[in-house]
C-alpha cells in the first residue's frame, strides 16, 4: 500500500522545527522513520504533513557529564551498539540496543523516536525507565524535564504536546558496583517483545529496581520484585512479589501472559545477582 497524500517540511534547526510545530498545520513529526513509514504506507497513522527534523546536528550531539549522558534524540541504535557513544549503563544500553529488531532497522531507528511512539513492546522506553532517565522536550515557548516514566502515560500515548519535541534524553551514569539483567522473550528475532525486563541491583548502594515492559500499556516498575531481589529472597518469595506486582498493576493478564512475564523477570534477576 501507499500513503494517502501529505505535505513533506523538513527543519533546519531546533527551533525551526518547534517554531512549525505551533503553527496551525500541526505536522507530524519525521525522525528515523522506521516506524512512522510503515504506518503510513499502511494508513495506521494518517498524517496530513510531515516535519523531518533528521538533518538537524544538535539532536544528534551528546554531551558527557560526572552524573549523566546527554544523547541527542537522533542517536541511532547502531551508535549505542556500536560503541560510538558513550555508555554510562555498565553496558546495558549496548546490549539493549543490538537486541532492537534488525541491523538495517537499528541504522535508521533513533532512541527519540523510540520514546516518542511509546510502543509497549518497544525495547528503549523499558530500559530508560529503568535507568531512571529524564527527557528535554521543547517547544516554541519553553523547555521542560520530564521522567521517562512519567511520559509514557499508555500505549502510544505520551505526556508530549503537539507542539513540542524530544530534544534529548539524560541518563544518569550507573555505579560500578552496579549489576544488571535483561531478559526478552520474542517469537522470532527482530520482532517486538512478548515480554521483558530489566533488572539492577546494587548491593553496595542497597539498590535494586526491576522493571517490566513489553505489557499492554506503560512498563511496569516492579517495588515488591525489587524489594525480594535486593533481600535475596527464595525463588518462591520472588515469585509471589510479582506476582503482587502483576495484581497491583491492574492489568488484565490471561493465565500465560502471567506466566510469561514472572519467568523474564525471575530470568532479569537472577542475572543481575549473578555478578
Known sequence: MKPAPFTYEAAASVRDAVERLSSSASPRILAGGQSLVPMLNLRLAPADALLDISRIPELRAVEERPDAIRYGALITHTAFEDGAVPDGSNGLMRHAAANIAYRAVRTRGTIGGAIALADP?????????????????????????????????????????????????????????????????????????????????????????????????????????????????????????????????????????????TTTVLRAMKQSSAA
Open 121 to 261: 513492546a518497544a525495547d528503549w522506553i523499558t530500559v530508560t525507565i529503568a535507568l531512571e532517565a529524564m527527557l528535554h522536550l521543547t517547544s516554541a515557548t519553553e523547555k521542560r524535564r520530564i521522567s521517562v516514566q512519567d511520559f509514557v502515560r499508555g500505549p502510544y500515548f505520551t505526556a508530549l504536546g503537539d507542539d513540542e519535541l524530544i530534544e534529548a534524553i539524560e541518563v544518569p551514569k550507573r555505579p560500578d558496583t552496579e549489576r544488571w539483567g535483561y531478559s526478552k522473550v520474542v517469537v522470532k528475532t527482530g520482532e517486538y517483545a512478548e515480554s521483558m525486563t530489566i533488572a539492577l541491583l546494587d548491593k553496595a548502594r542497597k539498590f535494586s529496581r526491576v522493571v517490566l515492559g513489553a505489557t499492554d500499556g506503560a512498563p511496569i516498575v516492579m517495588a515488591e520484585a525489587a524489594a525480594a531481589l535486593l533481600g535475596g529472597a527464595d525463588e518462591d518469595a520472588k515469585k509471589a512479589a510479582i506476582s503482587s506486582d502483576l495484581m497491583r498493576s491492574k492489568h488484565d493478564f490471561s493465565a500465560a501472559k502471567r506466566i510469561l512475564h
